[in-house]
């Protein structure tokens, strides 16, 4: 009986103890990641908790997190175990943001002025798109091919959300999952980034910002940081030190998660290359951009007005809204909601080199600028865009370029067949085939 004891409680000791070393660092994160899931979801989409916790949260670990809701005070908490509680706060404007106990919820903020809508026919309104029918696309084909992009019953392969397919301006096909619709908010995730390089487009295009010096970062004019450039930290070709594995704790969960100033933890970190030699993904980047962007206004609700005066109303995106950290900069690496219309209409003012309804908000130089690889990317990366230079999806056209989010966010921007698919849901493209789906899609059109 107590060898039978002592193995028992061995066994519970080690089994603590593989707690302790591999899940117990990560609860701070599960928690922060579901609090933050929770709120976002439920606030800005109005889903219900459970089909939150069913689709968004269904992620390794994220079972763990026990989720709760209050509406009076708009706000989601989130638990592992009655253990490492966090709770994200939803503010009109802003959307949710991921907070911690030092976060004064009382202190009043400012929110972005918004564009009214637009009346007319999508894209340039916000009116329902106009059926069109064109003599070269096979629609037989095309709805089989948006059909193949979605599950049968309850499967869990393909997990697409939404899917639509923009011809010429017009919606030629257009799908949902259960539950969503054309009204329905999508997390970009990363997708995001593309907006925040459009923004500094903008500014070029306004003649207010030069990437081509070095960023205006004040701590670094006196170390070997000075010579990084705007253009660099766009490119994902500074050389900073950045690590960004989801799988694990890193830079860039902990930035996410953890982190009051988002663009701050790029910022401090020490250069591990010599800029435009080394290409290397970083979320921590884009909102350091964004901290930069921050930087070109001479107050707080300048900088969150321009976002959207001047780029996101201006093409009418009106469903967007981009989420802020703590200090209450916009989190542009990774937390733009739209609907996926929206999400097309950006990819729209892509595809027609920066004009939109005659009005020209990007230079066309700026869009070329996008879509350029960058020498070290292996021709897969530009401004902030993925390219498709390097053949990564090889049955879909080499001109495509793309925003790119977790999961299987796609806007596909394809000049050469005047064409814009994005593709929304929960799978990336290690499970869903991203080159079957722009193959079928762009086959149809003669």
Known sequence: MKRILLFLILTIALILTYFGWTTYPKLDLISGFSAKSVASGHFIDHRPLELIEAQDNDIDLLDLATNAIDETKKQATASVYGIKKRKAIYRHGLGATLINDNFDTSKPYLIP????????????????????????????????????????????????????????????????????????KILGWSMTKSITSAVFGVLVQQGKFDIYKPAPIPEWKKDDRKN?????????NSGLEWVENYSTICDATQMLFQAEDMGKVQM??????????????????TNLLSKILRSQFKNHQDYLDFWYMNLIDKIGMHSMIIETDMVGNYVGSSYGWATTRDWGKFGLLYLHKGNWNGEQILSPSWVQYSATPTATS??????????????????????????????????AIIPSKKMVIVRMGLMGDKAFDFNMFLKEIVETIH
Request: with cysteine.
């Open 378 to 411: 292996n021709k897969g990366y530009g401004a902030q865009f993925w390219l498709n230079a390097g053949g990564k999806f090889p049955d879909a056209p080499k001109d495509l370029f793309y925003c790119s989010g977790f999961q299987g966010q796609m806007i």
């Open 113 to 184: 002025k918004r564009l009214k809508s637009k009346p007319g026919l999508y894209p340039y309104g916000n009116q329902k798109p106009q059926d069109t029918l064109f003599d070269n696309i096979d629609y037989q084909k095309l709805n089989v091919a948006v059909d193949n992009a979605f599950d049968i019953g309850n499967r869990k392969e393909k997990r697409s959300r939404a899917v639509v397919v923009i011809y010429k301006d017009k919606i030629v096909a257009e799908k949902y999952a259960h539950g969503f619709n054309e009204k329905s």
């Open 268 to 285: 401090d970190k020490a250069i591990a290359y010599k800029p435009n030699t080394h290409w290397n993904y970083s979320s921590g980047t």
């Open 228 to 236: 990084i450039t705007t253009n660099d930290l766009l490119h994902m």
